[in-house]
């Protein structure tokens, strides 16, 4: 199992930026891929972008492609996940997760983050 701890969630007004990380521990051989999520009020949890601990390859949702930029540091077991120009409708709880497999899919990743909050003013 892994244990995923995010951070750096916060209020910041429409056009800002923040950056959140996501420190893994335990079995992080386990962890090919991380992905980050969110789920705002009302809604399904969502795909955001993931990173491959190997080849740090990415993906990201169309809807935050070229907004935001997902990042790891190997050394300190770190993702981290860059948000630049967020408005409002970025307004989530963000999620890191780990899985085995390249997937988007939230079904299909064990192991889950405790969850951080974004707030965007407008």
């Known amino acids: 199992q892994v244990q995923l701890a995010e951070s750096g969630g916060g209020l910041v007004q429409a056009g800002g930026s923040l950056r959140l990380s996501c420190a893994a521990s335990g079995r992080t051989s386990n962890a090919a891929v991380m992905g980050w999520f969110r789920q705002g009020p009302g809604k399904e949890r969502e795909f955001v972008a993931l990173?491959?601990?190997?080849?740090?390859?990415?993906f990201y949702a169309n809807s935050v492609k070229g907004r935001f930029t997902i990042s790891r540091d190997n050394a300190k077991n770190t993702v981290y996940l860059q948000m630049n120009s967020l408005q409002p409708e970025d307004t989530a709880v963000y999620y890191c997760?780990?899985?085995?497999?390249?997937?988007?899919?939230?079904?299909?990743?064990?192991?889950w983050g405790q969850g951080t909050q974004v707030t965007v003013s407008s």
């Open positions: 997760a780990a899985t085995r497999v390249l997937t988007t899919d939230p079904t299909n990743y064990s192991d």
């Open positions: 990173i491959m601990w190997s080849s740090g390859n990415t």
